[in-house]
């Protein structure tokens, strides 16, 4: 048998709490109740976001492999020359010459 178990068995914790002052006993079991209820809204809106990061990871990997699976080096470079001509011939970085 543990500690808490001998301490509740022997009523010690309902002789505590009779020592204790109904106002400090009601602060503290609304401060205790009040920290309960922000822990499980965290911990449920953390694994809500978690959970719908998994969910959508497969899905995600397999639209991102197809990107670099159908991605054309040439394709790209032609665009890359386009914008660079756009601008009058300058880098799009650095707005120098190229």
């Given at each position: 048998m543990g500690?808490?178990?001998?301490l509740e068995c022997n009523d010690i914790f309902d002789k505590v709490i009779e020592l204790i002052p109904e106002e400090e006993y009601r602060w503290?079991?609304?401060?205790l109740e009040r920290m309960k209820k922000d822990a499980l809204a965290y911990k449920n809106t953390a694994a809500a976001v978690l959970r719908g990061i998994?969910?959508?990871?497969?899905?995600?990997?397999?639209?991102?492999?197809?990107?670099?699976n159908s991605f054309?080096?040439?394709?790209?470079?032609?665009?890359?020359?386009f914008a660079i001509?756009?601008?009058?011939?300058?880098?799009?970085?650095?707005?120098?010459?190229?």
């Open positions: 500690l808490y178990d001998k503290l079991f609304d401060t998994i969910q959508d990871l497969p899905k995600n990997a397999a639209e991102a492999a197809e990107i670099m054309d080096p040439e394709k790209y470079k032609a665009v890359a020359d001509a756009a601008n009058g011939g300058r880098n799009l970085k650095t707005n120098q010459p190229v």
